[in-house]
């Protein structure tokens, strides 16, 4: 069966740094990219970047390039997003999910993480 | 970047009715990157549609994708309960992801 396994809830500081993280398992986790997707309280999807584990290729949106940076550990089947400076307005939920193959939708996806950044 | 725009906003109906969603392009799209996708309170997305036709698997038949170019619909042949969610299209295309900003099915 395949799963993304995504990390707990985070409340953080505004300027403060995070790490979140998604584990894939059922599959190939070198063979598909894995994306990440922002959801702001009571919006709407934003496509934020994607990364292929198999060899760390990695897109961002322009709209979040230089703003966050994805990374994953093929060794333990994990995908990261991270911040270096939170601001308030990263508070979302956050969610990984698995495009399919060769095709460009998103098959799977983990539970979210939501971080909330508040002084 | 290509937008999508979804209408209605909000779409308000009874169970037994049935429901059509759009969702417009401001460019061309491949039909075969674009999907729909199901979002319950408190859930993560759901794939429903691929290649905007084709079902993802184990979704009823009651749910069914068309269009091409920069028109598609998601239509709901007939509301069961469990359908009352909020509902997003995505496309790819110039090596980005975009989805519309979702139509609401609520119950009348």
């Known amino acids: 069966e395949v799963q993304l396994v995504q990390s707990g809830a985070e409340v953080k500081k505004p300027g403060e740094s995070l790490k979140i993280s998604c584990k894939g398992s059922?599959?190939?986790?070198?063979?598909?990219?894995i994306g990440w997707v922002r959801q702001m309280p009571g919006k709407g999807l934003e496509w934020m970047g994607i990364?292929?584990?198999?060899?760390?290729?990695?897109r961002y949106s322009p709209s979040f390039q230089g703003q966050v940076t994805i990374s994953a550990d093929k060794s333990i089947s994990t995908a990261y997003l991270q911040w270096s400076s939170l601001k308030a307005s990263d508070t979302a939920m956050y969610y990984c999910?698995?495009?399919?193959?060769?095709?460009?939708?998103?098959?799977?996806w983990g539970q979210g993480t939501l971080v909330t950044v508040s002084s | 970047e290509i937008v999508l725009t979804q209408s209605p906003g909000t779409l308000s109906l009874s169970p037994g009715e049935r429901a059509t969603l759009s969702c417009r392009a401001s460019?061309?799209?491949?039909?075969?990157?674009l999907a729909w996708y199901q979002q319950k309170p408190g859930q993560a997305p759901r794939l429903l549609i691929y290649?905007?036709?084709s079902r993802a698997t184990g979704i009823p038949d009651r749910f069914s994708g068309s269009g091409s170019g920069t028109d598609f619909t998601l239509t709901i042949s007939r509301l069961e309960p469990e359908d009352f969610a909020v509902y997003y299209c995505?496309?790819?295309?110039?090596?980005?992801?975009?989805f519309g900003q979702g139509t609401k099915v609520e119950i009348k």
């Open positions: 999910a698995r495009r399919s193959g060769y095709d460009y939708y998103f098959d799977y």
């Open positions: 059922g599959y190939s986790f070198t063979s598909y990219w």
């Open positions: 990364i292929y584990p198999g060899d760390s290729d990695t």
């Open positions: 460019q061309s799209v491949s039909s075969s990157y």
């Open positions: 290649g905007a036709s």
């Open positions: 995505q496309q790819y295309g110039s090596s980005a992801w975009t």
